[in-house]
């Protein structure tokens, strides 16, 4: 039994084009991930939008769908790649060298993935200062980078015969800045853009081509770039999806885990110490301070929303919570994260949990892409614009209303997401309440 009326949402017709600023480890293990779904060489292991179901009505109805059934999703068969890199290897090259996939899986997709190559990217040594690459635009100004981008998004469209497009930031994480004066008003950043203001960052020059031209725009890194005024602004007046930010892939993937059982349980925590060593280019860019700091603010956020130390201070009002990243080139993408967490239980009695999760950093964010672009595909479609906060289960620092604090438990996130597709086809919303079954 419905309780409204369902969004309209225009069907999936033609193919999606899939925007990524960076072809490095994650985007070329997304790209080969499609390529061995086409052939039957592998399944979208990780992906809720793929092997995911839904609920609908009462658990006596027996209907869980799949979600890729319930709501009009593009296939994944449907998806065109296209990316800027500052380096010229192909999809192929780039993802022999990330080293993450075997190269017996590769060489039978080496096809397909050679004939990707990266457009010449907008690059700034001062947003990211350890890499060096010869593949990057020579612009006057940044507005004059940002129409060379919506060139470039115009002619992968024609050449490709894409109906629709989705851009999703994959590349390198951004030495940390705050809002500055330039980010307050569309008309100030506009103006910046000429003026070549310090403060725009190229992965805000990316993401202002994407809304400009119409294109929905998620951020897969931890730096700011649509999570300010002027490029929501932006996204509101043209009425396009936006979310972010930082890909929930590891470790804090462990610690919004984690952390709503012990909340669940009212067990205390003292201290919580988390450390990871990784190998790949994610890794040495994370090795420079300022880009650490844009990792560290979302890495260490989800904590204190999840355990709310102004509403339980017996528990989580003086815990100790540290994050470090340690640059170990021997890993590469197979990252190690260690986690000691200090929790006290009944009379304050000490107990400890100890994480060790060895895991690899691209083969957790591929799914993560694949979804986030056929959910923000869909929400262009549904004629949602702005924030899309049911897509927090997807990040570290998830993007929010000014006046809401962010939801970071992964278990409410998941509920927020699936209720969110549920109003969408004008199904009943989930409450769990279940009486029901026996009055």
């Known amino acids: 039994m419905a309780n409204h009326e369902s969004v309209q949402i225009a069907p999936a017709e033609g193919k999606l084009g899939v925007l990524t600023p960076g072809m490095g480890a994650v985007t070329t293990t997304f790209i080969a991930g499609l390529e061995a779904m086409k052939r039957g060489l592998g399944k979208p292991i990780g992906s809720l939008s793929q092997l995911g179901t839904i609920r609908l009505g009462k658990r006596t109805e027996g209907r869980s769908p799949a979600i890729k059934d319930f709501v009009p999703l593009a296939g994944a068969e449907d998806l065109v790649v296209g990316g800027w890199d500052i380096f010229e290897d192909n999809a192929y090259e780039a993802a022999v060298k990330a080293g993450v996939l075997e190269t017996a899986l590769l060489d039978q997709l080496k096809a397909p993935l050679s004939a990707i190559r990266p457009m010449k990217a907008v690059f700034d040594q001062s947003f990211v200062t350890r890499l060096h690459g010869p593949n990057v635009k020579n612009a006057k100004s940044k507005m004059e980078s940002a129409e060379m981008v919506m060139d470039d998004i115009r002619q992968f469209k024609e050449k490709n015969g894409v109906s629709r497009m989705v851009m999703i930031w994959c590349g390198s994480t951004e030495v940390f800045h705050q809002a500055s004066a330039v980010h307050q008003t569309l008309k100030d950043f506009e103006c910046g853009l000429q003026k070549n203001d310090p403060e725009i960052s190229p992965s805000q020059i990316y993401a202002y081509a994407a809304l400009k031209m119409g294109i929905p725009h998620a951020n897969g890194a931890p730096h700011m770039t649509t999570d300010m005024p002027a490029l929501l602004e932006l996204a509101r007046q043209m009425n396009v999806p936006v979310s972010g930010k930082d890909y929930k892939s590891g470790q804090t993937f462990m610690k919004t885990l984690v952390a709503p059982g012990l909340k669940s349980r009212m067990l205390g925590l003292r201290g919580w110490f988390s450390t990871n060593i990784l190998g790949n280019r994610d890794g040495e860019v994370l090795d420079d301070p300022g880009s650490f700091r844009s990792k560290e603010v979302t890495k260490s956020s989800s904590l204190e929303y999840i355990l709310q130390k102004n509403l339980y201070p017996d528990l989580y009002s003086a815990y100790y919570h540290k994050v470090r990243i340690e640059y170990y080139p021997p ?109």
């Open 331 to 439: 890993r590469g993408d197979a990252k190690e994260g260690w986690d000691n967490i200090d929790i006290f239980g009944w009379l304050g009695y000490p107990m400890q949990i100890k994480i060790n999760f060895l895991c690899r950093d691209s083969i957790l964010a591929a799914p993560l892409v694949l979804d986030l672009v056929l959910f923000m595909d869909l929400a262009q479609r549904a004629g949602m614009r702005g924030v899309q906060e049911w897509l927090s289960f997807y990040f570290k620092g998830p993007m929010h209303a000014p006046e809401v604090y962010p939801e970071h438990d992964i278990f409410i996130q998941l509920m927020k997401l699936k209720n969110t597709l549920r109003w969408m086809r004008g199904e009943d919303l989930i409450t769990h309440l279940g009486l029901e079954y026996y009055d």
